[in-house]
């Protein structure tokens, strides 16, 4: 956490909590938060292990609701209007995610192989979540009135 | 469907085409429409056999979902906007439907023991399919640069 490789953004801060909040056996207790991290990088080698195929596994599923679950925190506290994710899935992978504030839907997103979820580094795991929330936070901007309904 | 009492309003026949459009063996042919809609009835004496908990089966799971895809398609109809459900529901039959409209969510429902889906009459579920369809063609007009998007 001091040096500069480690160093994390808000939104990785973010999600490092919300890994620590399903932490229930403290498995994680004591270790670098890059290490709470790991399991959501994919990098081209990893990616080559995971079979084109697949079902999601109740661990990637968690990645995936860690991630909205933070997207949806970090709206919240840039903006003081709770977001709530819905996610529909179907066994083989494929489906939706929308983040919810009031009556607006912030973030819409199909889903597609689950089971390969992940990031090809640190930086775009990051990237995709302040993406995320930017785009969010410019509809409640635009769309307030429906977000605070 | 010639007589008063099996004449049907609007929004039971979208119901009736969206459990037709299911109806893969024809188990449903020449069969009246208020057949088709029989499963969505659940008056006093049908509920009291169903228990209190349960995981709900693929035929109820298909009723939800028919029952929203003829508000959803009763929306459309009727604003020209098209409206897509997303349904997050777990195995015990818990859960939240939406039905949204571009970035809008016109309709917003937490579930509870989907495994008793139904209504107590007839006049009731078409009742209940209406005030979603008003609901949302109200919320549409509010906001409808968000239902547009």
């Known amino acids: 956490m001091s040096d500069a490789a480690t160093e994390l953004t808000p939104f990785l801060k973010e999600l490092v909590r919300q ?3 399903q932490d229930t056996y403290d498995f994680f207790q004591g270790r ?3 290490d709470l991290l790991a399991p959501f990088i994919l990098d081209k080698a990893k990616a080559k292990e995971i079979p084109i195929i697949g079902d999601p596994d109740p ?9 909205y679950a933070a ?3 970090t709206i919240e506290q840039k903006c003081g209007i709770m ?10 992978g494929f489906g939706r995610i929308v983040l919810i504030c009031g009556r607006l839907v912030v973030v819409s997103k199909t889903l597609r192989d689950v089971h390969r979820f992940g990031f090809p580094s640190l930086e775009k ?3 995709e979540g302040e993406r995320l929330v930017a785009e969010a936070l410019g ?6 009135p429906a977000a605070e309904l």
Chains 1, 2 share one sequence.
Do not use: D, Y
């Open 19 to 21: 890994v620590r909040a």
């Open 71 to 73: 997207v949806s925190l």
């Open 32 to 34: 670098p938060e890059t």
């Open 139 to 144: 509809l409640i901007e635009i769309f307030k």
């Open 83 to 92: 977001a709530s994710p819905v996610l529909q899935l179907s066994h083989e």
């Open 125 to 127: 795991l990051n990237a």
């Open 59 to 67: 661990r990637v599923l968690a990645r995936l609701n860690q991630f």
